[in-house]
């Protein structure tokens, strides 16, 4: 018994000391590489990261003091009924402003949106893929993992047309209703973690500034809508001691594959609870009950059969017929990620080199030969130095690539008003206050991963974990596949958990130093 302790609380150490490198290496990277080094898609802020993370810290202090001097005791007042009113109050006020700011900087992007919105426009009118615009179809025989999004489009925009709404500006809604969605199930996990009314201010307070008027609620695309589907995981799991168990695991596995078909890298969320929970498992003393097990491993059966079906009927609907011969193989990404000229960012040569290849098992073996070569090229030293530009790509971008895709402002409105124009010159890149818009997401980006390195500390729950694991899971991801700051998007609500947990480590930990000071003195 008394080894099994030992060994048990490994695997949860593990963890929290291999995310705290990271972060502290992502740090170090940011702050004392980014200006020194020049890499795809760098942005250039006004001052550089250390400046603007010694801002940052400044002025958090400033509003720490301001809150605690004349809010918190107003705070400290309020009723769990109350706060659950303001918060309802606080998802209707917010999203009537993203619907407000939408209206008036909304433009249609190019790149894979644009291709989607198109197919969906064909699709709403009754023609579907077999039968239309040729590059609609050729596009999702070879990128088939955009079909499902394909499908949520077309049914958002027969919504549209049934109540004679413009369906490129109902996607950008549901878009924005999905972070925002994100954000009060977010609180609500801190407040299930914490306990605590002034981290949940901080965790609306962080999520206001940082992804609720974030301008990729404009975008129509995968990575807004897998946001719900993320932050419902988190949701799931750190609630179903409320839930009934069949109908969790139904849940959490129905939303995990789900979300999988909006978004591949949204499973990562459930490998994590899986990892965690098995190593759980593995050491609680409960017996296993053979009639309960039967009962979960059918309420996750029966979720999966549930997504496989709608898939189906999805790519029937669409009319979907597979090319096998022009299919893209998850090896492409791979080779994508080594590539040297853009740093593992997209690179056409690559697109073209997969496509010069027939049939999946071709291209397969043509990205490992590729792959291998691009291995022996770099060596050890090389390869180092090509996650270093990764993670910089990744993670020294609050804005998290906004504007980078090719084709991205593809057809502006014309509305002229002042507010318009004012918004305009904040959100477009061309825009003369971008430049300052994007340094202040920058400030509050290097923030959260700072304060993300402090939430490991004394980690009493072993599901913050998840969190922890799942962070760990998508950087490395990025570091082996393609590398893009908006693949983080989706995730940030989980960047913004920890945040709130950072916060009140290093509370914790100042009252601590205060305590010893004074024991000392005595």
Known sequence: MKSTKKIYPIFYNFIAILFGVMMAGILFINLFVANRREFPCKKKFLFSNIKLLIIGIVVFAILVVIYNKFIKKYVDKLTKKQCNILLLIYFFVTFILQIYIINKIFFLSGWDVGVLRGAADQIAHGIKLNQGNDFYRKYLQVYPNNLFLLFVFVFISKIACIFSINPHFLLALVGALSV???IIMLVKVVWKITR???ACVFAIFISVLFIMFSPWIVIPYSDTYAMVFTTSILYLYFYKEKMNKYIY????TFFSFIGYKIKPTVIISLIAIIMVEIWNYLFSEKNANFKMTINKIFSIILAISLV?????????YLGYERNVDVETPMTHFIMMGMNDKMKGVYLQED???TASFRGIN?????????????IKHYGVLGYLQLLVDKTLINYDDGSFAWGIEGGFYQELTEDNSKLSTILKKIYYNDGIYYHYFETYLQVIWLMILLLCFYSIFKIKNYKLLVIHLTIIGITIFLLLFEARARYLF???????VLSCLGIIKIGSLKSEVYKNKRCCKI
Request: proline share 2%; with cysteine.
């Open 180 to 182: 925002n969605i994100s």
């Open 196 to 198: 605590n009314k002034h």
């Open 249 to 252: 695991l139904f849940l959490l």
């Open 308 to 316: 496989g079906v709608i898939c189906n009927l999805s790519k029937s």
């Open 351 to 353: 697109v073209d080199y």
């Open 362 to 374: 071709k291209k397969k073996n043509a990205n490992i030969k590729k792959i291998k070569k691009r």
């Open 490 to 496: 989706l995730f940030s609500p989980y960047y913004l």
